[in-house]
């Protein structure tokens, strides 16, 4: 089996800096995923880490360290937009991708 | 648009009703997921097929019953359900490759059982 441990919810104020940590347990661990959903739509994509470090995506970043089962979504510049929930999953063998329960973030003004 | 088209967008149905919900992608992926979303709930991994072959099968009552005819189409059909298996509905696709590692869902089906 898995689990994954997201934070529920988080807050922060427009132009700030947020991460969003996930810890995980599971076994046939390929790599790290982070997804977007916004209220009434469907996940999208945001990042992926297979190896330890950080991966860049414009104002998104993502890291991961395989030795802790930890990994985090990192949001800068925060704009309104930016408020959805966002999950992360792990990815096991035959492309079987497990997703924690998300954590709403809400970004004011 | 994602590319992975569900319908129906919303569906009410008895717990004697026999209802089917289906899901299409054009993308030329070749492998499905149905994921289950509840509220406060992690979405949950119901089934998986890769190159129309179902590869898991994970713990779902027998009262869903997935059907992949092809590599662009899905179905989840139900019968008999429960309340409690009131949720979202989702449907995702990726290309079966070394270094596939992004999952295109659909908008999901909202499922209400009375």
């Known amino acids: 089996g898995q689990s994954l441990e997201q934070p529920s919810e988080v807050t922060a104020v427009e132009g700030a800096i947020v991460q969003i940590n996930c810890t995980y347990q599971t076994s046939g661990f390929y790599g790290l995923s982070w997804y977007q959903q916004h209220d009434g739509g469907a996940p999208t994509f945001l990042s992926y880490?297979?190896?330890?470090g950080l991966e860049e995506t414009g104002r998104f970043s993502s890291f991961l360290s395989r030795s802790d089962s930890y990994g985090y979504l990192l949001l800068q510049e925060l704009q309104m937009k930016d408020s959805a929930s966002y999950f992360c999953a792990v990815k096991r063998n035959f492309n079987k991708f497990y997703f924690g329960s998300g954590t709403k973030l809400n970004v004011k003004p | 648009e994602t590319g992975v088209t569900q319908t129906p967008r919303h569906l009410v149905m008895g717990m004697t009703n026999k209802k089917s919900l289906k899901c299409e992608q054009h993308?030329?992926?070749?492998?499905m997921y149905w994921y289950k979303q509840s509220a406060k709930k992690p979405l949950e991994l119901m089934f998986v097929?890769?190159?129309?072959?179902?590869?898991e099968n994970n713990s779902v009552p027998s009262r869903f019953s997935p059907e992949c005819p092809n590599s662009s189409h899905l179905f989840l059909h139900l019968h008999t359900l429960q309340p409690e298996d009131s949720a979202l509905y989702l449907c995702?696709?990726?290309?079966?490759?070394?270094?596939?590692?992004?999952?295109?869902f659909g908008a999901g089906s909202r499922l209400t059982v009375l």
């Open positions: 995702a696709s990726s290309h079966e490759r070394s270094g596939a590692n992004v999952l295109t």
């Open positions: 993308l030329g992926h070749n492998a």
């Open positions: 097929y890769s190159l129309e072959e179902r590869v």
């Open positions: 880490n297979a190896l330890d």
